[in-house]
């Protein structure tokens, strides 16, 4: 039941709405038959009371009739019913709007976080990527956007991985190593995370390969744009 801020805003208070309610659960219980539907008010105005747009002093003079119109009780239940179902949706779809929006709001503040100028940490977040074994990167996976100054990289690994030793290295177009480094990942908030040192500030701004392992396993690599 809506709380009686909500109603007064809509011309109905809880004591009203007590009222209507005990009106149409009168008319339920008696069941009152109008196949002719003498006196019936019409569909448009039970949406309205349904759906609490019309002012109570209006729906004052058919609260009678609601009472001891069985159809009538049966047509209001029916449109409440379908305003019940409307609001629901549109709840859902608010709540999915403000998850894509706040996507939308995380993915852009990691970008501009990454390709800012001054940045000294880079996130990079594999945690929803594909494990690509060997040396070719998945090509349906957008490539990694990194700023080259960051000094430090904390990457997010894939889920499942495991704390441990890794090994990382970059590789350019041409098969060498720029970076080759490692680190100790650790496992918090269900986030397995790995923090590196590199040194790319003099490295030119095209695609690389970033190449993760497990020490001692194969090599899993993912496209880099360096920035």
């Known amino acids: 039941m809506p709380r009686e801020a909500d109603l007064n805003a809509k011309g109905y208070s809880e004591k009203a709405e007590k009222r209507i309610m005990n009106a149409l659960g009168r008319g339920l219980l008696k069941e009152f038959p109008n196949p002719e539907r003498i006196g019936c008010p019409g569909s448009e105005v039970l949406k309205r009371i349904a759906s609490r747009t019309m002012p109570l002093a209006e729906a004052e003079k058919w609260l009678d009739h609601l009472g001891s119109c069985s159809p009538c009780y049966s047509d209001l239940s029916q449109f409440r019913k ?39 940490v880079a996130v990079l977040d594999l945690r929803n990527r594909s494990v690509a074994r060997g040396t070719e990167p998945n090509p349906e996976e957008p490539p990694l956007d990194v700023n080259r100054f960051a000094k430090q990289w904390n990457i997010f690994l894939p889920l499942g991985s495991s704390e441990g030793s890794y090994d990382v290295r970059i590789v ?24 590196v040192s590199v040194s790319l500030s003099s490295a030119r701004p095209e695609k690389y390969l970033l190449q993760i392992r497990k020490a001692g396993s194969d090599w899993n690599s993912y496209a880099l744009v360096l920035r």
Do not use: C, F
Not at 82 to 98: D, G, H, K, M, P
Not at 172 to 195: E, F, K, N, Q, Y
């Open 82 to 120: 379908v305003q019940e179902i409307r609001r629901q949706r549109t709840l859902l779809a608010v709540a999915a709007s403000i998850l894509i929006v706040a996507s939308i709001a995380g993915w852009a503040l990691l970008r501009r976080h990454n390709e800012a100028p001054d940045a000294q």
């Open 172 to 195: 350019a177009p041409s098969g060498d190593s720029l970076v080759a480094t490692s680190g100790t990942a650790t496992l918090a908030d269900h986030i397995t995370s790995l923090l």
